[in-house]
């Protein structure tokens, strides 16, 4: 199960090597040019029979996770956090260090320790360590180093109607349509890139558009789903098992309009379920490609997903069948050349 | 004096928002393609049009887009809640009207509040006077976008209006790329999309047309009314030649520049050291490896109103300074 395989992997902005590595051997066959550019970008070319629009679809490899900054004298580790991550769910949450991936846990002083003032707030990085269960400083270091990157540990679980919980899932979801739209049989050529670092800045995307120069892209993304009782409906972004979600505008990209209608009117004429992305909150790759040289068109089409930068985020498989779907057919659409 | 309040009415009564200046690029292309050598609409939509010399390649740039509301959502009574495009005051905002690209016009208005100056955009809405979804949906649709609706104002000192800001930055242009004559330089005048939101119409068109000096014409703030915030900068007393805002801190042989040519030709000019905001200089002056960049500003008062104001005479100054500096041999 490749998502399993995509979700469990590492790939803390910045070392996205493992995830990189199982998509250079998932997508390599598939093909006609692949290269990994200085930053770490999968820039990855399919000729089909149709060569233009130069179309690019693009999902980012990174996700958030920490970095170790200062072991203890009794061996318990200092860190801090790599992209954004809310402090309020790190307590007690189990973890993999470095390259040897060493099992540890967030630990905190127990409640019964806590002053009453402190149990009212959240615990700051500075209360919290990584406990890897070693007895020193001298036994810790032969484990773990300054710098190291932590993931956390979280395994991929299937439950509930068709839902699957993983970690990652913002944005290996998006890695895992790209792959499957490289191994499908698609007459139009486009180049599928991988980027590094976006949780971190869309540090990635520039340096790939520069080189790709699209004049079309597609971004994949995992996004913010908050479909609880307790959100107004007007606040709620996306929700689970409504369709892919097409974004109107974030903080970094105001879609094209009439690419965005485009891509409604196949979904409409094929009976594809969507949604809108309601909110102009976040970003994604897609504020660093539409503005990278003299500038070009994009779109964000998403997979809803609940609770994401944390170690359990939630989607649901209909959500990514229909993305998948409604990707083909805008591939087909745009071959069709009436865009 | 002069002032051509017929073609600055027009251009602040056209829809144009940020992501959507389709109305207004093609009103300025039919305004401005006679006196030009080439036009161009580049991907994100900016209008580029040229007047070719053999000198150095000046870009000048007034964006296009205005600050705008987007609907994100429609109730089963027909109210629309939205999210702003661009700098958008939930205070500035109660109370006013708004038009859609189609014509249909509604209200701003807000869930009661206990603290007005604690009014958030998410507890706001739009009454577009319908009465259900149902009817809402043949007018309106989530990710349509609407402007404010404001009528066009003017005395014999100023015009005041919505969306000042920058049309009368397009207006200064349009004017100026009319009476340039006599100019060696290679002149690109760019009517940008997307200011409001990031700068990012002039970054791309900056990146293509790779000039050797840039310059923006936009609106900038004043410092002359009642206990306004203490900023050298008044209405009715020239031209402003901007030394920094946020964005930039302008080069200084470009303001030395147009302060000489100002001086040279008795255009009365006052310096603009802005402590927020930014404009299209602050985007072309990094592009690529860096080009020579200042701004032009019109000084205006409620910025982001509905009813900004601008001094006629300064408005004017702007041009001549504008033609004078593009007529030398830079």
Do not use: W
Not at chain 2, 270 to 286: C, N, R, Y
Not at chain 2, 293 to 298: D, E, F, L, P, V
């Amino acid at each position: 199960m490749l998502l399993k395989k995509l979700t469990e992997a590492s790939g803390v902005s910045g070392n996205e090597k493992e995830v990189r590595d199982i998509i250079i051997e998932e997508i390599k066959e598939y093909v006609d040019n692949i290269q990994v550019d200085k930053i770490g970008n999968i820039i990855a070319y399919k000729k089909g029979r149709k060569d233009s629009p130069r179309l690019m679809i693009t999902a980012h490899m990174d996700e958030v996770g920490f970095i170790i900054t200062g072991i203890n004298d009794s061996g318990l580790l200092k860190f801090t956090t790599v992209g954004g991550i809310d402090h309020r769910i790190l307590v007690s949450k189990p973890v993999k260090v470095g390259k040897k991936e060493i099992p540890g846990v967030i630990g905190a002083k127990p409640i019964h320790l806590q002053k009453k003032e402190e149990r009212l707030k959240t615990l700051s990085l500075d209360q919290l360590y990584i406990d890897i269960g070693v007895n020193s400083k001298e036994e810790a270091e032969g484990l773990v180093s300054i710098g190291d990157y932590v993931t956390f540990y979280s395994e991929y679980v299937e439950f509930g109607n068709d839902l699957i919980k993983a970690k990652a899932l913002d944005n290996r979801v998006g890695c895992n349509l790209l792959i499957d739209l490289l191994k499908s049989n698609t007459d139009l050529s486009f180049y599928a890139v991988f980027t590094v670092m976006e949780e971190v800045g869309l540090v990635g995307a520039g340096p790939a558009a520069y080189t790709v120069e699209p004049e079309i892209s597609i971004i994949l993304e995992g996004t913010l789903c908050s479909d609880d009782l307790d959100t107004e409906e007007h606040l709620i972004p996306t929700k689970l098992k409504q369709g892919p979600a097409i974004s109107l505008l974030d903080r970094t990209t105001l879609f094209n309009i009439d690419f965005r209608k485009y891509i409604v009117n196949i979904a409409e004429k094929n009976g594809i379920p969507y949604q809108f992305r309601k909110t102009s909150f976040g970003g994604n790759d897609s504020g660093k490609i539409h503005q990278a040289k003299s500038g070009s068109t994009t779109a964000t089409i998403s997979v809803p997903c609940r609770y994401i930068h944390s170690p359990i985020s939630v989607m649901a498989k209909e959500d990514y069948k229909n993305t998948y779907k409604l990707l083909k057919f805008i591939l087909s659409e745009i071959e069709k050349g009436d865009f | 004096m002069n002032f051509n309040s017929e073609l600055a009415k027009k251009l602040v009564n056209i829809y144009s928002p940020s992501g959507d200046e389709n109305n207004i690029r093609e009103f300025i292309k039919d305004e401005i393609k006679d006196f030009v050598d080439e036009v161009e609409i580049d991907s994100l939509g900016n209008l580029i049009a040229r007047k070719k010399g053999k000198g150095k390649k000046i870009m000048l740039a007034a964006h296009m887009d205005q600050i705008g509301l987007m609907v994100t959502d429609i109730d089963d009574k027909g109210f629309l809640r939205f999210t702003n495009i661009g700098g958008i005051s939930p205070v500035l905002s109660l109370g006013q009207k708004v038009i859609f690209k189609n014509g249909t016009v509604g209200v701003i208005f807000a869930e009661p509040v206990d603290n007005i100056g604690k009014l958030k955009l998410e507890n706001m809405f739009i009454d577009i006077g319908v009465l259900n979804k149902e009817e809402a949906e043949k007018k309106v649709s989530i990710g349509d976008i609407c402007v404010y609706e404001s009528g066009f104002s003017e005395n014999d000192n100023v015009i005041f209006s919505k969306c000042l800001d920058d049309r009368i930055g397009c207006f200064v242009l349009i004017e100026t790329l009319k009476r340039v004559k006599n100019s060696d330089n290679d002149l690109y005048f760019v009517f940008t999309v997307q200011e409001e939101v990031g700068l990012r119409g002039a970054r791309t068109s900056a990146y293509k047309i790779n000039p050797d000096l840039g310059i923006a014409i936009d609106v900038t703030s004043s410092g002359d009314t009642p206990k306004a915030k203490r900023f050298a900068v008044s209405l009715n007393k020239g031209t402003a030649i901007k030394v920094k805002d946020n964005s930039i801190l302008t080069h200084p042989k470009v303001r030395e520049l147009m302060a000489e040519v100002a001086e040279e030709n008795s255009i009365p000019y006052q310096m603009e050291v802005l402590e927020f905001g930014g404009t299209d200089s602050g985007a072309i002056h990094l592009t690529r490896e860096g080009i020579p960049t200042g701004a032009i500003s019109i000084p205006t008062r409620y910025v982001h109103s509905t009813v900004e104001m601008s001094s006629k005479k300064d408005i004017n100054y702007s041009v001549d300074l504008l033609v004078k500096l593009l007529e030398k041999t830079i």
